[in-house]
């Protein structure tokens, strides 16, 4: 079974995560109404009525190999320890809480209905208890990983705020990124995302099939898009996301253009990425935490990737802090570019989404990763700095 937290905005996904893999979850969140509306959004399968109750159900699922999730409102700072204490028999702790703002997190001994007016006469008073709470919170992840679970969060600050509220071992358990990540990023690969400008959702549907179609032989992705179909609700334009690497993303790119032109898809189809990408990003709290060669913190990738879309003819393009830890923490690049049908947007859709992902493998051959060495060679990247 897993166990984990949204107790800000980002903790939506989770649940969905853990059970479209056949896995047990249990999330803890302290507002209801999120709880509920990820109910309604067929990302969370139920809520519990309390603590012993959501324990409970999500065993039960766990005995019987069943992909469920169920969630209970709490704090985590008191429901982690509590089920810490408990044994509750846990094989992956995770937390995707927005702790990179300490008046974003509820501490201990607050009300919901206390939160906004508290952090905003007292703010410094606020953030001291909120850390003191992330502070228990985060021991009790640590506890668990002591205890032979798996263990990491999602790069949202939470174990720097932590060691701030005292807690010594906070960098016990690392972020996902270098726990999971890191080797597709050596590939060019990360999230890859569409949306279709008419509105229409059959429009997506035709991309759908063109990415199976293109890529048979990639059973996560198929399993992915499949169980997107299935559970994902559209919310404003239709969009589709996914993880595709360097070599694919061009294809993909091509198809979708290949698709308006020929009226199969209705309307011009915008492509884009998250900004949690592989070459595009200085972020040392996320995607570049723990460098092999300590360039956590160096910023000159994002600028240059945003440089290089620039001139490959890339429709938009942004240079932007934050990204999910914070003003100050991070830089990103990103790109957007538009399949339109036409000759020109094939010209510019190849170059786009063949040198951003390179930028990817580009940069981690610059960090030392023998994977992105491999890669570049076996797929023909050129490396400058190696020439």
């Not at 001291?128 to 709470?133: C, G, K, T, V």
């Not at 890191?182 to 759908?208: M, N």
């Amino acid at each position: 079974m897993a166990v984990t937290v949204g107790c800000g905005g980002m903790g939506g996904a989770q649940p969905l995560a853990v059970t479209l893999n056949e896995g047990a979850c249990l999330i803890v969140d302290v507002d209801p109404h999120r709880l509920q509306r990820r109910v309604e959004h067929r990302y969370l399968d139920e809520v519990a009525d309390d603590l012993d109750d959501a324990i409970a159900k999500s065993l039960k699922a766990k005995e019987e190999r069943r992909g469920w999730s169920v969630g209970v409102v709490g704090n985590a700072a008191e429901v982690f320890p509590e089920l810490l204490r408990r044994g509750v028999p846990i094989d992956i702790v995770t937390d995707q809480t927005s702790a990179h703002d300490p008046l974003s997190y509820l501490p201990v001994g607050i009300e919901l209905d206390q939160w906004d007016e508290y952090a905003t006469k007292k703010p410094e008073e606020f953030t001291d208890r909120a850390r003191e709470s992330m502070a228990r919170h985060v021991e009790a992840m640590v506890g668990f990983q002591d205890g032979g679970a798996e263990t990491f969060d999602y790069g949202n600050s939470i174990r720097d705020e932590a060691r701030l509220g005292g807690y010594d071992r906070a960098f016990a358990f690392p972020g996902f990124v270098p726990a999971y990540i890191r080797p597709l990023f050596c590939e060019g690969k990360g999230p890859f995302r569409w949306v279709a400008l008419s509105g229409d959702p059959k429009d997506i549907a035709e991309t759908d099939r063109a990415v199976l179609d293109l890529f048979p032989d990639n059973d996560r992705l198929h399993k992915w898009i499949r169980g997107a179909q299935d559970r994902i609700a559209w919310q404003g334009l239709p969009a589709r996301i996914c993880w595709l690497g360097y070599g694919e993303r061009d294809q993909a790119g091509l198809a979708f253009n290949d698709l308006v032109a020929s009226g199969k898809v209705s309307a011009p189809i915008v492509i884009g990425r998250d900004h949690l990408d592989c070459g595009s990003v200085a972020s040392p709290y996320r995607e570049t935490e723990a460098m092999a060669d300590g360039s956590d913190a160096i910023a000159d990738w994002p600028l240059l990737n945003a440089l290089v879309n620039t001139a490959s003819g890339a429709s938009w393009v942004s240079l932007h802090h934050g990204g999910g830890v914070g003003i100050g923490r991070s830089m990103h690049a990103g790109q957007v570019s538009v399949a339109d049908g036409t000759p020109l947007a094939a010209e510019k859709l190849a170059r786009v989404l063949t040198n951003d992902p390179g930028m990817g493998v580009i940069r981690h051959v610059d960090a030392g990763y023998e994977i992105a060495e491999d890669v570049a060679r076996d797929r023909g990247v050129r490396i400058p700095m190696a020439e």
